[in-house]
Every structure is written in structure tokens, then in C-alpha cells.
Nanobody
Framework: QVQLVESGGGLVQAGGSLRVSCAAS????????MGWFRQAPGKERESVAT????????YYADSVKGRFTVSRDTAKNTVYLQMNSLKPEDTAVYYC????????????WGQGTQVTVSS
């Protein structure tokens, strides 16, 4: 079955950097989009970044543009989110998700990894 496993979260000071990873397994993702989402306490889940598995097209939320970079290593079946210039408002649980290019619904989700940015 499909598994998405996030790792790399943690505690970092404001202005610092962190990279979270998402190891994908269980199917071929060549026609998929991989997304990073986050959910802070008391807030709705929001999309942070998206990347197409083939072609590497990327999309970012306005709140993270210029600070976050999404990438993928197709040989390792892993997607990354490099987060720089972190702010306390970036504190959230970060989730990796996958959807087919034929659907807007993210069908597969990881368990999430906590990112905490201290001021």
C-alpha cells in the first residue's frame, strides 16, 4: 500500500532553517503531484507547496514564497521542503500528501511532522 513518511521536523529559532522530508513508497508516482500542507493549532490546514513528480513544476503559498523550496529526488522517491528564514507563524504540523494528476483530491497522506519556531 502507499506510504508517505515525513521526517526532519523539530525546534528551531526564528530566522533559522529546517528541511523536512517525505519518503514515498507503494506505487509509481510518475503521474502524481506531491504537496506539503501544514496545520497550526486552532487553524485550518493550508497548502504550503506543490511539486509535480515529473517535470518538477512547483507552486507555493504566498506566505512562504521566497523562503521555502520544494524539491524531489525521483531516485530516492523522496520529496523535500527546505524552509529558510523561519518565523514563529510557521509553527505547525507539516504533512506530505499525494494526488494523481487526474484529480484535485489528495488521496494519500503522511502522519505529519511537528515544526516549532521559537521567537
Amino acid at each position: 500500500q502507499v506510504q508517505l513518511v515525513e521526517s526532519g521536523g523539530g525546534l528551531v529559532q526564528a530566522g533559522g532553517s529546517l528541511r523536512v522530508s517525505c519518503a514515498a513508497s507503494g506505487r509509481t508516482f510518475s503521474s502524481y503531484y506531491m504537496g506539503w500542507f501544514r496545520q497550526a493549532p486552532g487553524k485550518e490546514r493550508e497548502s504550503v507547496a506543490t511539486i509535480s513528480w515529473t517535470g518538477g513544476r512547483t507552486y507555493y503559498a504566498d506566505s512562504v514564497k521566497g523562503r521555502f523550496t520544494v524539491s524531489r529526488d525521483t531516485a530516492k522517491n523522496t520529496v523535500y521542503l527546505q524552509m529558510n528564514s523561519l518565523k514563529p507563524e510557521d509553527t505547525a504540523v507539516y504533512y506530505c500528501a499525494a494526488r494523481s494528476s487526474e484529480s484535485y483530491e489528495y488521496r494519500y497522506w503522511g502522519q505529519g511532522t511537528q515544526v516549532t519556531v521559537s521567537s
